[in-house]
């Protein structure tokens, strides 16, 4: 049973800091591209990050290009969302998602699996 569990959301004051994570079991890791999305009430899922299965290729939402960056562990089973420079905009329930692909992916129907998300709040 595949199951990926998200970590390390919580209250930030606006230009702090958080570092999500997400542990990936019941699945060959390393053969998955990973990725980050968001949602905000009455609002789709929006991409937010993704890596490549081996690390080596990276993909970014112009609105976090600069300030977020995705890295995963394949030795860990775990992948990574470091957040600088938050802003109230980025409030959200941040979900980590599994492809069964090489590249990282955009669109969130390329994803085969789906954690349960954790919630990230920045104040004003």
């Known amino acids: 049973q595949v199951q990926l569990v998200e970590s390390g959301g919580g209250l930030v004051q606006a230009g702090g800091s958080l570092r999500l994570s997400c542990a990936a079991s019941?699945?060959?890791?390393?053969?998955?591209?990973m990725g980050w999305f968001r949602r905000t009430p009455g609002k789709e899922r929006e991409f937010v990050s993704a890596?490549?299965?081996?690390?080596?290729?990276?993909k970014y939402a112009d609105s976090v290009k600069g300030r977020f960056t995705i890295s995963r562990d394949n030795a860990k089973n775990m992948v990574y969302l470091q957040m600088n420079s938050l802003k109230p905009e980025d409030t959200a329930i941040y979900y980590c998602?599994?492809?069964?692909?090489?590249?990282?992916?955009?669109?969130?129907?390329?994803?085969?699996?789906w954690g349960q998300g954790t919630q990230v709040t920045v104040s004003s």
């Open positions: 019941g699945l060959t890791f390393s053969s998955y591209a």
């Open positions: 890596i490549s299965k081996s690390g080596g290729a990276t």
């Open positions: 998602g599994a492809r069964l692909s090489v590249v990282p992916g955009a669109l969130y129907n390329e994803y085969n699996y």
